[in-house]
């Protein structure tokens, strides 16, 4: 298993180097072959995961001295969601194929980007180093070369619109995650160690300090309140780059490093619950309330994004107060969302793509005119809000579960639970309404005027949209 792991990660990052000496027209086959191996990779551990009875472990890798500096860890968490953010990349690599290129009519390509390429697979890489490592080093270099990674696909473009865009996540992120800095400094200068599962023998005075730099750079990576404004300038990248930040990786790396750190310390003091919770729910308001004044498809997109994260963090602050519910919830709420916003974000892509604009006023009747996008659209919208039985559902009925689980200890956070819903019928009524004046009636000018998708796109359309049906009734059963 630890080899399927190990070549998870490293598959892509090999990909990434040959895309800068191969010919031009090899990259686009070299890199789908590199996603697709990793996503095998992952894929065989959990397999093999799942024969071995899903026993928890770890393998130590790489020692620096009597250091341990890398190691890879085997739980319910890591395999599920490296399954997660290895796929998606995959697929995403799949897409970008057909996006990239001179049909498209927002943005088109006139020759095989080697830039994008290399840095699309260091990115699933480095997704993939952070979600197995076992060291708190390794969570912080991979950390930082998702980062690096963002800030060269946000600014692809190379205009000055993308390169503020890309400099604002940079800057924001790198100074959000100085948390993380001091919180791995001082676990080490604790226990000389830098094994995460070492932070179970600290005292709840060290757990606060450390789980409070963890929040920090969580909240910076995952556009959390205060940090959440460079999330919605980094619509600036590809569409299929904002589907992959948005769905499974650097927006996911705040939430999985919290999860992770609550696994390792074996909870977290109760005052960490207190501060996620109350952000959260202030995120989740915040969030909504800027759907409203929102044109522009992909803007609409990634504050859905910020309020959905904000339920992750929510579940993951409720389990600090014991609720197991609560803690299932946020780890299938990951692993769903992934393919879920990916798909939402994918299918803004198809539309930019065929009609050369992703505002919302000038994109109606997409169903008829183009019915697969329209399904998929359909799809997005049920499944990102948690309509039976797309899988976000599974994992909002955890959530709320898991909020009245720990609500009957502590009565206060039954107030946070149904702001958290009134949320999610908000959010329901309003994209329902999107939905219904942009897939639905008489097609628009520009709709209408629609060129064909490229077949690439359409293949991973179909399979997320399948994915938000299947994957959710798989996320329970995982999770148990």
């Not at 909870?267 to 969030?287: E, N, R």
């Not at 502590?410 to 999610?424: C, D, F, M, R, Y």
């Not at 628009?444 to 991973?460: W, Y």
């Amino acid at each position: 298993m630890t080899g399927w792991i190990v070549a998870s990660i490293l598959l892509p990052f090999a990909g990434c180097l040959l895309t800068l000496v191969i010919p031009r027209d090899w990259i686009k086959g070299v890199s789908q072959i590199a996603a697709l191996l990793a996503s095998l990779g992952s894929l065989l551990a959990l397999i093999v995961f799942t024969m071995q009875g899903k026993t928890a472990g770890s393998v130590d890798l790489l020692y620096l001295g009597d250091w341990l500096v890398y190691g890879v860890v085997t739980d319910k968490l890591s395999i599920l969601i490296g399954l997660a953010v290895i796929l998606v990349g995959f697929l995403i690599v799949v897409y970008s194929t057909g996006y990239l290129s001179s049909q498209n009519r927002e943005h088109p390509e006139r020759e095989v980007s080697r830039r994008y390429y290399f840095f699309l697979l260091a990115f699933i890489g480095s997704m993939a180093g952070l979600v197995y490592s076992s060291t708190m080093l390794g969570m912080l270099v991979f950390f930082e070369l998702t980062g690096v990674c963002s800030w060269g696909l946000i600014g692809y473009y190379d205009n000055e619109k993308a390169r503020r865009a890309a400099l604002k996540a940079i800057i924001t992120t790198q100074v959000a995650s100085l948390g993380l800095y001091a919180a791995t400094a001082y676990f080490f200068a604790l226990t000389g160690s830098l094994r995460l599962s070492d932070l179970a023998s600290l005292t709840e005075s060290a757990k606060m300090f450390i789980f409070l730099g963890v929040l920090i750079a969580g909240f910076g990576k995952s556009a959390q309140l205060p940090f959440h404004f460079w999330l919605p300038e980094a619509m600036v990248a590809p569409t299929p780059i904002s589907a992959y930040l948005h769905a499974a990786s650097m927006v996911k790396v705040g939430v999985y490093i919290f999860a992770r750190c609550l696994v390792s310390a074996g909870g977290a003091p109760q005052m960490i619950g207190v501060i996620g919770s109350i952000m959260a729910i202030l995120t989740m308001i915040y969030g909504f309330a800027m759907y409203f004044p929102q044109k522009d498809f992909k803007k609409l997109l990634a504050y859905s994004t910020i309020t959905q994260l904000a339920y992750i963090f929510f579940a993951l602050s409720l389990s600090v107060f014991g609720s197991g519910l609560a803690f299932n919830g946020a780890v299938m709420h990951i692993f769903n969302h992934a393919f879920a916003k990916g798909l939402f974000f994918l299918v803004a892509g198809a539309l930019s793509y065929t009609t050369g604009t992703r505002m919302l006023p000038s994109l109606r009747g997409v169903m008829g005119q183009m019915p697969v996008v329209g399904v998929s659209f359909a799809a997005a919208s049920l499944a990102v809000v948690g309509a039976p039985p797309f899988n976000c559902f599974f994992s909002k009925f955890s959530i709320f579960a898991g909020g009245f689980e720990a609500a009957r200890a502590h009565p206060l956070l039954l107030a946070l639970v149904g702001v958290a819903i009134l949320e999610s019928i908000g959010s329901f009524a309003w994209l329902f309404w999107i939905f219904s004046a942009s897939g639905l009636g008489k097609p628009s000018e520009e709709v209408a005027a629609a060129t064909p998708l490229a077949p690439a796109m359409q293949a991973v359309l179909v399979t997320l949209a399948a994915l938000t049906l299947l994957s959710g009734f798989f996320a329970v059963a995982w999770m148990g």
